[in-house]
Nanobody, 121 residues
Framework: VQLQASGGGLVQAGGSLRLSCAAS????????VGWFRQAPGKERFFVAA????????SYADSVKGRFTISRDNAKNTVYLQMNSLEPDDTAAYYC???????????????WGQGTQVTVSS
């Protein structure tokens, strides 16, 4: 499966963005999907994940209540709705997919390119 992340941009603190992860090559409905982020000079950080059916989700504590992961398997796309954005959310955001594993697992086999999110104070 190939993954294409999009939707990043520049937003003021308190604003919102919705990221999309579009899959091609295979139906995304087969895959557990996650979002990660990486700021310059920092390690990659798990943000959220969703099970193949969408019935289970997992979030990093720092984004709970602000970010929502969802999926539309008919559109072969997974979304990350980000509200109440903070400057610390600034990073390149990556989506990833895996055929196996639980929604709390952090290992993924397939990765897309990043989309940059910049939150100004």
């Amino acid at each position: 499966v190939q993954l294409q992340a999009s939707g990043g941009g520049l937003v003021q603190a308190g604003g919102s963005l919705r990221l999309s992860c579009a899959a091609s090559g295979r139906p995304i409905s087969n895959y557990r999907v996650g979002w990660f982020r990486q700021a310059p000079g920092k390690e990659r950080f798990f943000v959220a994940a969703i099970s193949w059916s969408g019935s289970r989700t997992s979030y990093a504590d720092s984004v709970k209540g602000r970010f929502t992961i969802s999926r539309d398997n008919a559109k072969n796309t997974v979304y990350l709705q980000m509200n109440s954005l903070e400057p610390d959310d600034t990073a390149a955001y990556y989506c990833a997919a895996d055929l196996a594993g639980r929604v709390t697992d952090k290992a993924f086999d397939y990765w897309g390119q990043g989309t940059q999110v910049t939150v100004s104070s």
